[in-house]
């Protein structure tokens, strides 16, 4: 028995201070997995995933605790992406039906007060005070925080307006399953 | 090219179908000129690429050819105004587009003088060098007339850069009802042949080719004869769908095949269509813009179908009524052939440049009873598969879309998809293939495109917190310096009063 | 020579760890979307099973045999097996950071993966010398990773098809395993 005992401990022993080795010499600095996520994010910091910023974001979906479709601004082109770098599947028909969305200023609602512009994180609002502001279509990641501060309710997010350009066509109807 | 391999080219030659023609509806009556409509609504987007830049206002006189929206960026062509009169509106007018979305456009209401701008006419073009027919080309608003509405001098341009040895004239037009090749052959074959020699001139090419389906005797007959005596050979191809998409043709004709996802240039062949070749002769003789093109109006449901030269901008409703006007209500209205086009919304669409053919189609020809059936499953028959021109796997890229996989739908060579139709002319379970692979690519694009927007905002964003890490550095620099200044300020006045004190108390 | 080849054949598909032994199915019905992850999964499993069995052959008969504690065969087994995947784990979150997130709980759960404490254990029972355990080992773990990877090729292609809804997702997975179980058979009486 003292045998067992002994023969056992010393396994034991010697398996563990190998993988503590082991351990050592394998170690991982952070997770690389992280900043490549925070490549993937849009960086606008919009905070509309529920996280403190893209960082903390990346964090949470390296670490799994987040859904590869939590960013709103990134739709479903960055849910994809992130989805791919995961290794997981997300249902992208899903996030379609957040339609894409885009800041408009109401002109007549406007004060020219700065505020939105101000908090703009990718500059999209051009403005001045006491002057109408106005959204730049193309750098308007539809974040909503322009929305929080208006004191007017001026800014609003609308969907994207479809063009000649944008078109293309929708996914056939789904077939009858076979019987 | 020796006799055998060109024979063995077109066995090679993948897939394919053998849609009834229906040709003779509209072959056999000559073009006529469309009488000048009230209105022209001219798109400033009838080309790929950038939309035209507008250059004239509401209420400006413009004479037949001149300038009305300039080239809006490196691919991009040109707008010329189709007739002389006065520019009535712009604004958004239901595009020929299946979206029937409204695109910015010009409408002139011509004044019934058809007056040309000052043309630049020239007795030899030949003398041109090939960069200022190019340059000409792109002037003249030209684009790919087959359909594809490529911008012409871009085309030309790019040969000359990548060095084309070959440049094949395409008379294929192996579209169902289509005959304005045909026509346009039959009756222009002089200037046609023109256009080739000044289209090979501008892009260097020593040999030139032009393929005509065996289904139009007297267009080749014609073309023969204007051909005599110049460097043009005519070639006979066999008729089939596609044989008018370009890679299939410089196969047939050359026996090269394009490499996948590849450009024809790649291989040193340049493709252009015998109306592109007959808008050059125009552009570059007689300094005419692309204003008109030849449009064939056909189907059952059409009293006189046949060809007209129609100014561009003239509304589908007019040609119809030119052409005798319906016999009944069409089931369905498509512009271009049956097979590639785009189904109308209505009559009430302008003409653009890329318009081959307007159809008034009935029940009958369409097949109504099988349209209202609903898709059936796949059955695996690889029908499909032996249609494919391009060599594809249709139905399991179309099932790899409908699980919404997309990459592995590329995987398997969406990208080299050409959306001819051939997959779901022949399927039997009537799936809609290419409207598969169209909404796929479709989303292909769009996804590109948010990934750069994703791209530009990002660095916004980081330049922006870059600056507001500046701007807080710098007032905190400022705040310091202000302390700092203040308690030296304060300092030098201690001591000063000390030094007063030390004077009082001395 | 042809002794350790038929005992290749014989431990990889005639008698397959997975569809005939049914040994190792939760990783098989867990790890079999896609064909990459499956291949990975293989791989990784396949390191385990190798290594597990020739260092369980070297203690059964250098430390539990000599010292006469063969009543503690499962127990040290588990032991070694669980240090093993401890150390594949580190392996595979060094080099493939992605890797390790895919296969996630899977990875720590090679240890409680049945087939490969059964592996060793059978060639116990089967008093195999060192190398035909090692053999084994690595035989039953390739039949593994093949059968996994043809597995996961099956589900791939049952994705983009038109399933009865009553049957979609897991219950036609189950339907297609018993199929593929169903050919390997087949092989029976081989080698």
């Known amino acids: 028995m003292f045998i067992a005992i002994f023969s056992l401990t010393v396994l034991g022993g010697a398996l563990g201070l190998f993988l503590g080795y082991a351990a050592r010499r394998l170690k991982v600095e952070g997770n690389p997995l992280v900043e490549e996520i925070q490549a993937i994010l849009p960086g606008s910091q919009c905070g509309q995933c529920g996280f403190p910023g893209c960082a903390g974001a990346a964090r949470a979906l390296a670490n799994g605790a987040a859904p590869a479709t939590l960013c709103p601004p990134g739709g479903r082109e960055v849910a994809a992406l992130l989805a791919a770098k995961l290794g997981v599947e997300v249902n992208l028909s899903e996030v379609k039906n957040a339609v894409p969305r885009i800041a408009e200023v109401q002109e007549d609602l406007c004060i020219g007060c700065t505020k939105c512009y101000k908090a703009c994180p990718t500059d999209a609002i051009m403005g001045a005070a006491k002057q109408i502001h106005a959204v730049f279509r193309e750098a308007c990641t539809a974040c909503g925080k322009c929305v929080e501060v208006c004191p007017t309710e001026a800014t609003r997010l609308i969907p994207v307006p479809v063009t000649l350009q944008s078109w293309y066509w929708s996914k056939p109807a789904m077939q009858g399953t076979p019987a | ?506 | 020579m042809s002794e350790y080849l038929l005992l290749l054949l014989s431990t990889a598909i005639v008698n397959n760890v997975v569809l005939v032994k049914f040994l190792g199915l939760c990783p098989f019905m867990g790890i079999s979307k896609k064909v990459d992850t499956a291949v990975s999964m293989g791989l990784a499993t396949t390191f385990v099973m190798t290594l597990a069995s020739a260092s369980c052959w070297l203690l059964e008969h250098w430390l539990l045999a000599p010292l006469g504690m063969l009543y503690l065969r499962i127990l040290v087994y588990i032991l070694v097996i669980a240090v093993v995947v401890q150390f594949t784990e580190m392996v595979v979150r060094k080099t493939n950071p992605a890797l390790y997130q895919v296969l996630g709980i899977y990875l720590p759960l090679i240890t409680t993966n049945c087939a490969v404490l059964g592996i060793p254990l059978l060639t116990t029972q089967e008093k195999l010398p060192f190398v035909h355990s090692l053999l084994y080992g690595f035989g039953s773990a390739v039949g593994f990773s093949l059968v996994l990877a043809l597995f996961a090729g099956l589900r791939e292609r049952l994705a983009i098809a038109q399933v009865p809804a009553a049957f979609a997702g897991a219950p036609v997975g189950f339907i297609t395993a018993s199929l593929l179980a169903l050919a390997f058979m087949g092989f029976a009486g081989l080698a």
Not at chain 2, 162 to 173: K, P, R, Y
Not at chain 2, 251 to 279: C, D, F, M, Y
Not at chain 2, 455 to 475: F, G, P, Q
């Open chain 2, 1 to 506: 090219m020796n006799p055998l391999s060109s024979l063995f080219s077109s066995f090679r030659a993948r897939g394919g179908v053998h849609p009834d023609g229906r040709k003779d509806l509209s072959a056999e009556p000559p073009i006529r000129l469309l009488p000048m409509p009230p209105l022209l609504f001219v798109p400033l987007q009838q080309h790929v690429g950038a939309p035209a830049r507008l250059s004239v206002v509401v209420g400006d006189l413009v004479l037949k050819g001149q300038l009305i929206g300039a080239s809006g960026g490196n691919i991009s062509a040109p707008v010329h105004a189709p007739s002389s009169g006065r520019v009535v509106a712009i604004g958004d007018f239901p595009s020929p587009h299946p979206s029937g979305l409204p695109s910015a456009t010009v409408t002139i209401a011509p004044d019934g003088e058809d007056r040309w701008i000052e043309a630049d006419v020239l007795d030899d073009p030949f003398s041109l060098s090939p960069e200022e027919i190019s340059a000409r080309v792109g002037a003249a608003g030209i684009v790919g007339l087959g359909g594809a509405t490529f911008p012409s001098a871009v085309k030309l341009n790019l040969s000359r850069k990548s060095g084309i040895a070959t440049l094949i004239v395409n008379g294929g037009e192996c579209e169902p009802y289509l005959t304005c090749d045909d026509r346009l052959m039959r009756e222009r074959a002089d200037g046609i042949v023109e256009g080739i020699l000044l289209i090979a001139h501008a892009a260097g090419a020593k040999e030139m080719l032009v393929g005509i389906e065996d289904n139009k005797p007297e267009a080749i007959a014609a073309m023969r004869r204007a051909a005599a005596g110049t460097k043009v050979q005519i070639r006979v191809v066999p008729a089939m769908y596609p044989m008018g998409w370009d890679k299939r043709m410089i196969q047939v004709l050359t026996g090269k095949e394009v490499p996948a996802e590849g450009r024809s240039a790649e291989i040193g062949v340049l493709v252009h269509n015998v109306a592109t070749a007959w808008a050059v002769r125009e552009a570059i003789r007689f300094g005419r813009p692309l204003v008109s093109r030849v449009v064939t109006v056909s189907g059952a449901a059409v009293a006189a179908p046949g060809n007209l030269e129609v100014p561009i901008g003239a509304l589908a409703a007019d040609l119809i009524k030119a052409c005798g006007g319906l016999l009944s209500d069409p089931a369905r209205l498509v512009l271009g052939g049956p097979m590639m086009g785009t189904q109308l919304p209505h009559l009430n669409v302008p003409m653009v440049k890329g318009s081959s053919g307007l159809l008034a189609l009935t029940g009958k020809e369409i097949g109504l009873r099988v349209a209202q059936n609903s898709p059936a499953p796949c059955i695996r028959c690889s029908s499909c598969v032996r249609a494919c021109p391009a060599g594809l796997l249709p139905l399991e890229m179309a099932a790899h879309i409908r699980a919404a996989d997309l990459s592995s739908a590329v995987g398997l060579g969406l990208k080299d998809c050409i959306g001819c139709g051939s997959c779901s002319y022949v399927c039997p379970a009537q799936i809609p293939l290419v409207h598969y692979f169209n909404y796929a690519k479709g989303e292909l694009a769009a996804l590109e495109k948010a990934k750069l927007r994703t791209d530009a905002t990002r660095k916004l964003a980081d330049s922006r917190n870059e600056r507001m890490a500046r701007v807080v550095r710098e007032r905190e620099e400022a705040a310091r310096l202000r302390v700092a200044k203040k308690a030296a300020a304060e300092a030098a006045k201690a001591a000063k009063t000390a030094a007063e004190k030390a004077e009082v108390v001395a």
